[in-house]
């Protein structure tokens, strides 16, 4: 039975159905972690899990219950918030035992910093796809090198697998470095000139039948649809594009885990909370 009210579970869904760990194909990892980033990420995993019970458990495009495949969502990881290191080692060691399981761990920022604790529990013959409105790969932001800044080139550094895409804001460094590195970046504007489509078929051909990480930072989508966040950027993608998007990747290759960040809960409203759950709901149904 779902639940619509604030009543227990706090589970994503809101159900009791199909909780049951080891039975369940996905995990979801909340983590209200936010040290480093602007905006107010520590309550996004609550929120997301509460507007998650609002969602159709019917996906109406795979005509399925997705939620059928077992979905099971552990208690908050406590932050460290003295330090990031250690805040990312203690998430590092639950998302490791979660893949020990031969589980799919879903965690829920949180801000981007978190996902440098899948990619050092991840083996390194993985992709690591970023969609993002930021490169984030700066070496050193307002002095730490462990922060939602620089979380690329961390990633970066411990897999070069690493493709971003949706990027329309860069710096100059950044933008050097990628170029040097010849890090695949796929820029909006340059997916806008040779259309979405290709832009996949690109990506498709990288990553074809081989294991793929996704983080999703909630800024790559368009401001106008996910305004709660802390660094929005105009121009994101759409709705149907990012679909369009995770659809290729699941189809063509076989996604191990992800994350979804950077979600900053407005007061005045909930879309951005319901869009991630939502998201998360879609991802849930094509993998
Ligand atoms: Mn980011």
């Not at 990027?167 to 170029?179: C, Q, T």
């Not at 590195?181 to 074809?208: P, S």
Request: proline share 5%.
């Amino acid at each position: 039975m779902k639940s619509i009210y604030s009543l227990p579970p706090h589970n994503f869904l809101g159900i009791e159905e199909f909780c049951d760990f080891e039975k369940s194909k996905f995990v979801i990892i909340p983590v209200p972690f936010d040290s480093t980033t602007i905006g107010n990420c520590r309550d996004a995993p609550q929120e997301i899990l509460k507007a998650s019970r609002e969602i159709e458990l019917f996906d109406l495009e795979s005509k399925e219950e997705p939620y059928k495949k077992g979905i099971y969502t552990m208690e908050e990881i406590e932050p460290v918030y003295a330090s990031s290191e250690n805040a990312i080692e203690r998430i590092k060691e639950v998302v490791e035992d979660v893949i020990e399981k031969r589980k799919v761990p879903i965690l829920i920022g949180g801000e981007h910093t978190i996902t440098l604790a899948s990619a050092l529990a991840f083996q390194k013959d993985i992709f690591f796809i970023n969609l993002d409105a930021h490169a984030d790969l700066r070496d050193e932001y307002q002095g730490s090198k462990i922060n939602y800044a620089c979380v690329g080139r961390r990633i970066y550094e411990i897999n070069k697998n690493l493709i971003e895409i949706g990027v329309r804001s860069i710096s100059k460094e950044e933008f050097e470095f990628a170029k040097s590195n010849k890090i695949k970046i796929y820029f909006k504007q340059d997916m806008e000139k040779i259309g979405l489509e290709n832009t996949m078929k690109e990506i498709v051909k990288e990553i074809k039948g081989k294991k793929v990480y996704l983080t999703i930072d909630i800024d790559c989508l368009d401001p106008s649809i996910g305004p709660g966040t802390g660094s929005p950027e105009p121009n994101g993608l759409t709705w149907n594009e990012i679909l369009f998007i995770l659809k290729e990747i699941t189809k063509n290759s076989k996604v191990v885990g992800f994350d979804l960040v950077e979600v900053s809960p407005l007061p005045e409203n909930k879309i951005t909370e319901f869009l991630a759950a939502k998201l998360i709901y879609k991802l849930i149904a094509m993998i």
